[in-house]
């Protein structure tokens, strides 16, 4: 050949590999491009939300931000005041904050590219298993799915969890058709990754195991089968290795990466879970019988099992259907709260019972025509057994939703290509399988979208705020909804005293009282509302009952100082007040009222004393110097 028609080859050759490789990447890019537009048209919207950036201690997420300050300040363990969590995501966050600073914006924003990463990759898994058809519609089924959209806006594992199981399958999917140890490692450390998130996706590794030595190392070109074995194994129990420590040594014991399971495993599988949400009460009466650990909740199962058979049968079918039901179960966030503060939700996928009727349609389709997609089949039924093993919450549904939605592209492109094709009898049988299956999926009567304790923390997020009036109506919506929740009433009783309606404050922390009495918060507050109306004896009766409940509590402490000198007794208020001081010496209000007692049992050096000690905690304390000044001319 020439050497000038050599060169024309060459170029026109290189010219149609451009090509092909441009359209994959173009591609990709509209596909990303349209999932971060909607995530971030989210954020712009999650911004003005009021629970953005105020995390409520009552919430799991708050142990996950305070894990991620603690090791963006240095500390290697992440501690947080529930460790029972898998520490990983932890260290993801912590890793955020230390580069970007507690900046929500950030988070978020990562997390938004990652779910948008993942939708694009759910595109290319469902091409290369169904068609492009049904990748497009996987796509739209995930990458628009309202809940994956909304946990990926919030500090908690679920869409962190679902994007390395993406990932996971993407590499190992690809493996099939380009082994290699580069690859093998890769799908490894992104297994393990999704298997330290949350351990109960443990339950993949069989169907992968088997996949693997099916479909991969039996193949010339990964070489000897023990090699790759090796190195699997060995790439997947290393990675185990700093997590497994970290949890040694925060816990005192062995932890395989979370501590939680025997709560949470024990809360669905009691027969009288209703089959959605956590139920407290439940737990609460398991454990005043029962000591809550592995070995006990597998041996109270196997008694339950075989004493009530029907009613454990009946347990897993209610928890089934609320599997595939459309109703989003709330636990620490609601996403119809979250979904009310955007305009976007007529954008977003909310009904999952679309996409697990067409999954269903489309796991009939691809068993018929001998599908051979064993890794799907796998990943669907383990991330399904995991959810419905544990609890039916919204966040542990989203994880299992990847592999729904690539089902569902699958029974979607199916019925497009029946009609397309005339073929009106399989067209009509599973359009008709559809609609039943949607309808049978829909959300039941007497489910609670938003909870008391939702809308409870959506006050605080309002007081936090300063918007006084918007959190009152939080609150009182929250009372309405559980009229008997003691915090709620207690919640309400406090945003009443902060604008000054101390006869509705005390309302509402006496019926807090009367619903609980052992509760030392209802206490304390009804004494801090007498305080402030003058009713001196009553606040102290209220806060001796707090203190009886709370021996050791500073603000117990420094109030009951307080009543006592206001009281016109000022040796037992010093008495109060100095062992406030020594439990905790760095508010500058027990000091300045040390200064006031003192002051009134005319001891003027140790009231100088200690209205120093309050400026040197609160400069801006102009009390204190004030009275400083008084003590000065006293002397002078």
Known sequence: MHLPLMRIVSRTGYAICLQALAWPVL????????????????????????LFDFIPTSVDHFNF???????????????????????????????????????????????????SVAAVMVFWIGKRLFGPVAGLFAFIFFGFYGAEIIYEGVLLRAAFIAFWGIAAFYFLLWLESRPGPTLLVAATLALSLFFQGRPNTLLVLPFVCVFLSRQVFNQKTMGPVWRSWTIFW??????????????????????????????TFISGNLTGYSGVGFQHELVEAYQRKNVLGYASNILYLLNQIAGDPVGFVLLYLRKLFFFFNEFEAPTNISIYLYGEHTSLSTFMLNRFSIVAALALVGLAAAIKNGKRIFLLYGFMLAMTFSVVLFL????YRVPAAPWYALMAGYGASCLVQWVAQRKLKSAAAGILTFFI??????????????????????GAAYMHRNEEAKALEAFETARNLEPGSPYVRINLGNIYARRGQMENAGREFSEALKINPTLWEGWFNLGLAYLKIGLYQPALDSLASAQTLQPNHPGILTALGEAYRMSNRPGEAVEYLNRAAKLDPKPARPYFLLGLAYRDLKQYGESALFFKKALAQNPTLTAAQTELDRLAERGG
């Not at 491009?33 to 939300?49: M, S, W």
């Not at 997947?236 to 709560?263: E, K, M, T, W």
């Not at 299956?437 to 939702?454: C, I, K, M, P, W």
């Open 234 to 263: 060995a790439t997947l129990l290393v990675s185990f290795i700093p997590l497994l420590i970290q949890c040694y040594v925060a816990n005192g014991r062995f932890v395989f990466f979370d501590a939680s399971g025997p709560h």
């Open 437 to 458: 299956l949607l309808y049978a999926f829909q959300e039941t009567s007497g489910l609670v979208r938003v909870r008391a304790n939702d809308y409870g923390n959506l």
């Open 27 to 50: 591609l990709s890019a509209v596909l990303f491009a349209a999932a971060l537009t909607i995530r971030l048209l989210y954020l712009r919207d999650l911004a003005g939300f009021p």
């Open 392 to 395: 039916n919450e919204s966040r």
């Open 65 to 115: 931000d305070r894990g991620a300050l603690n090791f963006a300040r240095g500390d290697w363990l992440a501690s947080a005041p529930n460790i029972t969590y898998s520490p990983l995501y932890k260290y993801f966050i912590g890793f955020l904050y230390w580069i970007f600073g507690r900046n929500f914006y950030w988070v978020y924003g990562i997390q938004f590219l990652m779910g």
